[in-house]
């Protein structure tokens, strides 16, 4: 359907309801996803890295060579879930060879059938086994060691911090992302924005540690028993987009903070992977998840924005050092 065309009521009387039940219907057919493991991963590990593949491999082998040269992965255990089981052959040498290469434990997950980012980020969570949970796009590579210590140090703001997002810039070295808010466009909908986005990467309001609405799903830290008591990320929404607005705002709606960390820096190739799905590309998959997460959200997203305008940063309740707690 043109996306023209795609008005609220189209969405609510027309769409909405086939889309719901297609999109259960095809969840449904999931199977248990096979999990491979080069390596053996720490037994305690501080944090576990999940991220999720999706078709677009051009990244992995810069991310996992910033990984390797991380001293903080020695700590860390790594998850990688392919969405496009096609490519299960494929990915599997390509990751042996990393493996070989630079001696970092690597577990892949393959799920059934590509069944969204949600899924795919829950899959990793299930057989994870750190403390805190860290959430990666497959197209984001860190700038520097170190930053898995960076994000953590935001917990010790308050204990109410449940989740942490980084500083995310581009290739031309402009600000992508310094924490998300919310904002209703011409016809009313509620979007998710990112706070200076396109600005200079040293813009100093992007340089302060602080309270945010929310963060991006590209690199979000959060904490495990608080994302495995609202349920992990929700799997209604189709093929992408809302996520990680919806799961700061379960964790909002129970008393959780959210964090944006202006100490840790990665680059983010934006889209790389979602661009490559038929579904997404045609516009009117988006406009249902905007459509589902402001009937859902509303009263939520108001509130958020309330608590979170011009609050200043509280200090931290305790100092974190790497590789401490």
């Known amino acids: 359907m043109p996306v023209e065309q795609v008005t609220e009521s189209v969405l609510a009387t027309c769409l909405a309801p086939p889309a719901e039940a297609l999109h259960r219907a095809h969840m449904a057919t999931r199977r ?3 999990v491979h493991r080069l390596g053996a991963s720490p037994s305690r590990p501080r944090w576990t890295v999940v991220v999720p593949l999706y078709r677009n491999l051009d990244y992995l082998r810069f991310q996992v060579g910033a990984f390797a040269t991380d001293r903080d992965f020695r700590r860390a255990e790594l998850i990688y879930v392919l969405d496009s089981p096609e490519q299960e052959g494929e990915l599997r040498h390509y990751l042996s060879g990393l493996h070989q290469l630079y001696g970092l434990p690597i577990a892949l997950v393959v799920m059934s059938a590509n069944f969204g980012y949600s899924a795919a980020c829950n899959a990793g969570a299930a057989v994870a086994s750190g403390r805190h949970l860290l959430f990666l796009n497959s197209d984001v590579v860190p700038e520097d060691p170190g930053w898995l210590a960076a994000m953590t140090a935001a917990f010790a703001y308050s204990r109410s911090v449940v989740a942490v997002g980084a500083k995310l810039v581009f290739e031309d070295q402009s600000l992508q992302h310094a924490g998300m808010y919310f904002a209703r466009d011409a016809g009313g909908h509620w979007l ?3 706070y200076f986005k396109g600005a200079p990467r040293d813009f100093a309001p992007a340089q302060r540690t602080r309270p945010v609405p929310a963060i991006t799903g590209a690199a979000m830290m959060v904490d495990r028993r608080r ?3 609202v349920g992990g990320f929700c799997e209604d929404y189709i093929i992408g987009d809302y996520e990680d607005s919806d799961l700061c705002l379960r964790l909002r709606e129970r008393g959780g903070e959210i964090f944006y960390a202006a100490d840790a820096t990665l680059f983010h190739f ?12 045609r516009g009117v ?3 249902y998840n905007r459509w589902l ?3 859902r959200w509303d009263q939520a997203m108001t509130a958020a924005m309330a608590a979170c305008s011009d609050r200043a940063t509280p200090a931290p309740r305790r100092r974190v050092r790497a590789g401490t707690e």
Do not use: Q, T
């Not at 934006?270 to 590309?281: A, P």
């Open 227 to 229: 994302f495995e008591s």
């Open 293 to 295: 997460a402001g009937k």
């Open 270 to 281: 934006e889209r790389r992977s979602i661009e490559r799905h038929r579904g997404y590309v």
């Open 192 to 194: 998710n924005m990112h």
């Open 32 to 34: 248990p996803p096979e």
């Open 285 to 287: 998959a988006c406009l």
